[in-house]
């Protein structure tokens, strides 16, 4: 999917940003790094809790269907996909970092389906729990 991050949309905390940096390295991640460019970098210890961040557990209800879901943001390695564990390198990964509760989501299937799903709540985010190096 083609997407542009403004300025401002998204949040970052500075370990995220550093680790997904050295994750992409010399491939090719136009919509990570178009997100890495532009997003707002703040501390683990002051980002708010209702960003998502890298091993957020977050609830997502789909724009067309009202189905809710539970997905977790993982590194690439952890990503599990039947058991929720999203990567961060797939569309639906990198449409939800960054973003807030209430905020929408929007991504592209791998067969060009547009697909959105609005940020409903997070039931898990390391920083607000004080882990601050997961």
């Given at each position: 999917?083609?997407a542009?991050?403004?300025?401002?949309?998204?949040t970052?905390?500075?370990l995220?940003y550093?680790?997904l940096?050295?994750?992409?390295?010399?491939?090719?991640?136009?919509l990570?790094?178009?997100?890495?460019?532009n997003?707002?970098?703040?501390?683990?210890?002051?980002v708010?809790?209702?960003?998502?961040?890298?091993?957020?557990?977050?609830?997502?209800?789909?724009?067309?269907?009202?189905?809710?879901?539970?997905?977790t943001?993982?590194?690439?390695?952890?990503?599990?996909?039947?058991?929720?564990?999203?990567?961060?390198?797939s569309?639906?990964?990198?449409?939800l970092l960054?973003?807030?509760?209430?905020?929408?989501?929007?991504?592209?299937?791998?067969?060009?389906?547009?697909?959105s799903?609005?940020?409903?709540?997070?039931?898990?985010?390391?920083?607000?729990?004080?882990?601050?190096?997961?």
């Open positions: 999917m083609h542009v991050v403004t300025p401002g949309e998204r970052l905390t500075d995220d550093s680790r940096t050295k994750l992409v390295g010399n491939r090719p991640a136009p990570l790094d178009d997100l890495l460019a997003a707002d970098i703040t501390s683990p210890r002051t708010r809790a209702d960003v998502v961040t890298m091993n957020s557990r977050v609830e997502l209800v789909d724009s067309q269907t009202h189905r809710r879901q539970v997905l943001l993982c590194y690439p390695q952890d990503a599990e996909p039947a058991a929720g564990f999203i990567s961060v390198l569309p639906v990964g990198i449409s960054g973003l807030r509760v209430g905020d929408m989501a929007k991504w592209q299937t791998p067969h060009g389906e547009e697909c799903a609005t940020i409903e709540n997070i039931q898990y985010q390391p920083e607000a729990t004080g882990d601050y190096l997961t």
